[in-house]
Each structure stands twice: as C-alpha cells, then as structure tokens.
Nanobody, 121 residues
Framework: QVQLVESGGGLVQPGGSLRLSCAAS????????MGWYRQAPGKERELVAT???????NYLDSVKGRFTISRDNAKNTVYLQMHSLKPEDTAVYYC???????????????WGQGTQVTVSS
C-alpha cells in the first residue's frame, strides 16, 4: 500500500509565504514525476507544478516566479514553496505522484488527501 501525506497548509496574509510538503510511504520501488494540483471552490482542479525524477520542473503560468517545486528523492518527499501569495491562490492543494510499487512493479498515480491554503487579510 502506498500513501501520500501532505502538510503545511494554513491561513496566510496576502504577500505571505507557505511551504507545503508531501511524503510518500509504503511499498515503493521507485517514483517518477511528482506534482501539486489545487482546487478552489466552484472550480476544476488545476495543475500547479510538476517535477520529474531528474529535477525538471513545469509551472502554471500564474505561479511562475512565486512558487518553487522541489523534491528529496531520499525521503520520497515533494515540496511546494509559495511566496507572494495572493487571495486567488486560495484552494485545497493536492500532491500527486507516479509510483511503481514493490509488489507488482506497476506504475500508478497516487493522490494525497489535500491541504487547505487560505490567503486572506
């Protein structure tokens, strides 16, 4: 069984910063791409940032220059450092990872439970 557990969400004022973490655990053989998505009330889930196992990154245009995705492969953890937060960044943030399990050696996409980020004064 594989699990993704997120942490680091909360309430922050506009212009503030937060760092989200997502740790994968369980029967893991290897991890390919990892990423962060978000879903605001009444909106569809959107891709925020992704990072490959080699460290290549990709970002949603509206967060470029403000958010940074990184990963620690030894800890099976992905991070999202968020600066200059805006009210429109308010959403539930989900991490996601493409993981090959040890049992069947098959890749599957796993999701975290989500963590709320609220940007408000």
């Amino acid at each position: 069984q594989v699990q993704l557990v997120e942490s680091g969400g909360g309430l922050v004022q506009p212009g503030g910063s937060l760092r989200l973490s997502c740790a994968a655990s369980g029967s893991i053989f290897s991890i390919n791409a990892m990423g962060w998505y978000r879903q605001a009330p009444g909106k569809e889930r959107e891709l925020v940032a992704t990072i490959t196992s080699g460290g290549s990154t990709n970002y949603l245009d509206s967060v470029k220059g403000r958010f940074t995705i990184s990963r620690d492969n030894a800890k099976n953890t992905v991070y999202l450092q968020m600066h200059s937060l805006k009210p429109e960044d308010t959403a539930v943030y989900y991490c996601n990872a493409n993981i090959r399990d040890r049992t069947w050696l098959r890749f599957a996409v796993y999701w975290g439970q989500g963590t709320q980020v609220t940007v408000s004064s």
